[in-house]
Every structure is written in C-alpha cells, then in structure tokens.
Antibody, heavy 118, light 108 residues
Framework: QVQLVESGGGLVKPGGSLRLSCAASGFSFNDYYMSWIRQAPGKGLEWVSYITSSGSSIYYADSVKGRFTISRDDAKNSLYLQMNSLRAEDTAVYYC???????????WGQGTLVTVSS | SYVLTQPPSVSVAPGQTARITCGGNNIGSKSVHWYQQKPGQAPVLVVYDDSDRPSGIPERFSGSNSGNTATLTISRVEAGDEADYYCQVWDSSSDYWVFGGGTKLTVL
C-alpha cells in the first residue's frame, strides 16, 4: 500500500534552517509528481511546492519562493524540502502528497510539525 | 492569484443531505478536487475532477461544477462525516495549486 512518511520537523529559531524528508513506499516513486502542502495551526491548507517526476520542473508558492528548495532522490524514494530563512509564519504541519488524477493529491503523509519561534 | 471561497460552516442532521459550495471565477472551466480532513489527521481525497470518486470512497459523496460554483454533496449524512472539507484547483495561468479556506461540516 502507498505510504508517505515525513520527518525532520521541530523547533527552530527565526532565520534558521530545517530540512524535511518524505519517505515513499508502495508505488513507483520515480513515476509520480510530488508536492509539499502545509497547514498552520487552526488554519486551512496551503500549497507550498511541487516537483515533476523527472525533477525538470519545479514550482513554489510566492510565500516561500527564494527561501525553500524542493528536491527528490528517486534512488532513495525520497522527497525533500530545504527550508531557509524561516519565519514565524512558516509554523505549520508540513505534508508531502502524491499527485493523483488531474491535478489532485491522492495520497498524503501524516505530516511533520515545524515550529519557528525564539 | 485565483481565489476559492467556501462557507466557514455547514450543519446538517443525520440522514439528510449536505451541500458544500466552492466559489471561484469561472470555476466551471477548471477541474475541482475535494478533501475531507478529520481532527488530527491528514486530508483524504474524496472527489477528483469535479465528480469522480477514488476507490473506497462511498457513493454518498458526489460533486458537480458549473459556472462560478462547484459543489460537494454528501447524501445520507452520518456522524462520521463530521470533518473539515476543502476544495482545490490547479490554476494553469500561474502554475499554482489553490485550496479553498475550508468548510466545517457539523452533524447535528
């Protein structure tokens, strides 16, 4: 069965960095586009970044452009999000998600919490 | 950027029909996807491409999309349907994946 497991979250000071990982299993990871989506405490869902199966195309939300970098390692069936210059407003649960039919997201991980606070 | 508007809350009695709307400029020209999120859990896709259901999603969940409004309809509502529901589209003009603000469904 499809599984996505995020890790790497934690408490970091404003201006700091963090690298999130998402380990995928149960499907051919290299065939799928992947994304990061976040949810601030008590708030709605916000798309963060997206990477195509080949990694040739990458997209970012304006709120993270220039600070976050998405990448993938198909040999390790893993998706990553390097987060730099973190701000308090980046505090959220970060989910990795697999692109499904259309431009939907058909499988999501359980999420990892990132807290940016001094 | 493209904006999706959902009512903050919808309430319905068990056994009745719940309708959750998602408004956007000419949203009928886009494919709309719907997610269910229960407290402390990750979102689950319940409808994709306006009206298709992933395997394992009950037939009670259906969707429609026309003009400026997409609608998620939940028939014969059960207590277990109580959750937050989010609509989502891909805005091809900006390569942005957009979510609505979410609707909290309360089963009375």
């Amino acid at each position: 069965q499809v599984q996505l497991v995020e890790s790497g979250g934690g408490l970091v000071k404003p201006g700091g960095s963090l690298r999130l990982s998402c380990a995928a299993s149960g499907f051919s990871f290299n065939d799928y586009y992947m994304s990061w989506i976040r949810q601030a405490p008590g708030k709605g869902l916000e798309w963060v970044s997206y990477i195509t199966s080949s990694g040739s195309s990458i997209y970012y939300a304006d709120s993270v452009k220039g600070r976050f970098t998405i990448s993938r390692d198909d040999a390790k069936n893993s998706l990553y999000l390097q987060m730099n210059s973190l701000r308090a407003e980046d505090t959220a649960v970060y989910y990795c998600a697999r692109r499904g039919k259309g431009q939907s997201f058909d499988y999501w991980g359980q999420g990892t919490l990132v807290t940016v606070s001094s | 950027s493209y904006v999706l508007t959902q009512p903050p809350s919808v309430s319905v009695a068990p056994g009745q029909t719940a309708r959750i709307t998602c408004g956007g400029n000419n949203i009928g020209s886009k494919s709309v996807h719907w997610y269910q999120q229960k407290p402390g859990q990750a979102p689950v896709l319940v409808v994709y491409d306006d009206s298709d259901r992933p395997s394992g999603i009950p037939e009670r969940f259906s969707g429609s999309n026309s003009g400026n409004t997409a609608t998620l309809t939940i028939s014969r509502v059960e207590a277990g349907d109580e959750a937050d529901y989010y609509c989502q589209v891909w805005d091809s003009s900006s390569d942005y994946w957009v979510f609505g603000g979410g609707t909290k469904l309360t089963v009375l």
